[in-house]
């Protein structure tokens, strides 16, 4: 599993890129670096379907960030550290990380996870729905209900998109009617 | 080498999304360390499905798989689940970044304080 490791690794270096270079579109463009090496990683963990998501969601979002740091004078504005910020999140998180490691201690170990609960899909998916592929049996099956919330999700994030983003502001009363008269 | 690794590699990125959203006071830097942060978790999941020489959760009609030869199938569908919504809250925090923008000139959020109505 030495790919996993190398690619963790790129992952780590891109967000570190992104976080902190100077130029904006140049950090765009390193957070497009993590989401590509994460969707291969999801190729080598097995997880074929999750990867072609997180590929179409990835080039979506770096699309969208290009459109907000695209104009010449956004880009190059030097971005500060809030001094006191930056001194507690170090601290805090570095202590995250150490009680993290102690916790991990606990889990099943990497690559042989606990199938208790998600037994039960693999064993009955063609029985029970007729599709050969796990993961669709359960996203539009057997968690149906979890698949239209995530639609409402969407949409509703996307009527907010349009309310925040409309260039045309509503017209006062005293307006309208004097259009009208 | 450990066998909590990837575990402990994937906890070092989502600390360096958290570390952004603390300490950045560019407004595009925490919305990069929003993404970060999401990548990591929904990476989290995964790393915990997987198998080791296991196979994807896909069946074959001209061969035979056993279901115990599979992954964990049930993460990966709560992730893609999870990764669509992620975009969902990232476009509504570049609208937002956008037209904090248009309103106040800057990215600075330490610039924001006076309201304007």
Do not use: W
Not at chain 2, 78 to 88: E, F, K, M, N, Q
Not at chain 2, 95 to 105: D, F, S, T, V
């Amino acid at each position: 599993m030495i790919e996993l490791y190398v690619l963790l690794g790129l992952m780590i270096a891109g967000a570190v890129i992104a976080i902190e270079v100077k130029n904006l579109l140049s950090a765009v463009i390193a957070v497009g670096i993590v989401g590509l090496a994460l969707s291969i990683i999801f190729l080598l963990l097995k997880a074929p379907d999750v990867a072609l998501t997180q590929i179409v969601v990835e080039i979506v979002a770096v699309i969208l960030l290009i459109r907000a740091t695209l104009h010449r004078e956004i880009a190059l504005k030097s971005c500060g550290t809030r001094p006191f910020g930056a001194f507690m999140g170090i601290l805090f998180l570095g202590l995250a990380v150490v009680a993290a490691i102690v916790t991990f201690n606990s889990l099943a170990p990497f690559g042989a996870p606990l199938m208790t609960v998600s037994q039960f899909y693999p064993m009955n998916a063609i029985t029970g729905t007729g599709a050969i592929n796990v993961v669709s049996s359960i996203i539009l099956d057997y968690r149906a209900y979890d698949t239209l919330g995530e639609a409402t999700v969407l949409f509703t994030a996307v009527i907010g998109v349009l309310t925040v983003m409309r260039s045309v502001g509503k017209k006062k009363e005293e307006d309208v009617q004097e259009n009208h008269e | 080498m450990n066998a909590y690794m990837p575990y402990v590699l994937c906890m070092i990125l989502f600390s360096i999304g958290v570390y952004a959203i603390l300490a950045k006071r560019n407004i595009i830097k925490i919305i990069l360390g929003v993404v970060i942060a999401e990548y990591a978790g929904n990476l989290f999941l995964i790393l915990v499905a997987y198998k080791a020489g296991g196979r994807s959760a896909i069946f074959s009609e001209t061969q035979v798989i056993l279901p115990d030869s599979m992954v964990d199938p049930l993460p990966h569908a709560l992730v893609l689940t999870s990764i669509v919504i992620g975009l969902a809250t990232t476009a509504f925090l570049i609208a937002l970044a956008i037209r904090l923008y248009g309103k106040y000139g800057t990215f600075d959020i330490t610039r924001m304080r006076e309201l304007r109505g």
